[in-house]
């Protein structure tokens, strides 16, 4: 059983940056591939970004070269680094665990509540 918890979002202007961090209980969270999740109002969740058990990571077209995905197992904790935010990555953001299928949202397991991230322009 993992239970995950998303923070570090908030309101920033275009062109600034964000960091969310998924923090994640359980003993064996290292063994779990990763993913970030986002969902607009009025549009279907969207994969962003996946870390592998064993670091492969995979980008979102729409977020490459802008996002970066890391993790601390250590700290049992997965990043987003956001940068070049623009006012179309507003969501609510979610990390997600527990899938062999990284970008499909259906096959995670695990999810956390969210947070919102807001972009102005």
């Known amino acids: 059983q993992v239970q995950l918890g998303e923070s570090g979002g908030g309101l920033v202007q275009a062109g600034g940056s964000l960091r969310l961090s998924c923090a994640a209980s359980?003993?064996?969270?290292?063994?779990?591939?990763v993913g970030w999740f986002r969902q607009a109002p009025g549009k279907e969740r969207e994969f962003v970004a996946a870390?592998?058990?064993?670091?492969?990571?995979y980008y979102a077209d729409s977020v490459k070269g802008r996002f970066t995905i890391s993790r601390d197992n250590a700290k049992n904790t997965v990043y987003l680094q956001m940068n070049s935010l623009k006012p179309e990555d507003t969501a609510v953001y979610y990390c997600?665990?527990?899938?062999?299928?990284?970008?499909?949202?259906?096959?995670?397991?695990?999810w956390g509540q969210g947070t919102q991230v807001t972009v102005s322009s």
């Open positions: 359980g003993r064996t969270f290292s063994s779990y591939n």
């Open positions: 997600a665990a527990g899938s062999s299928r990284v970008t499909i949202p259906s096959s995670y397991t695990y």
């Open positions: 870390i592998t058990w064993n670091g492969n990571i």
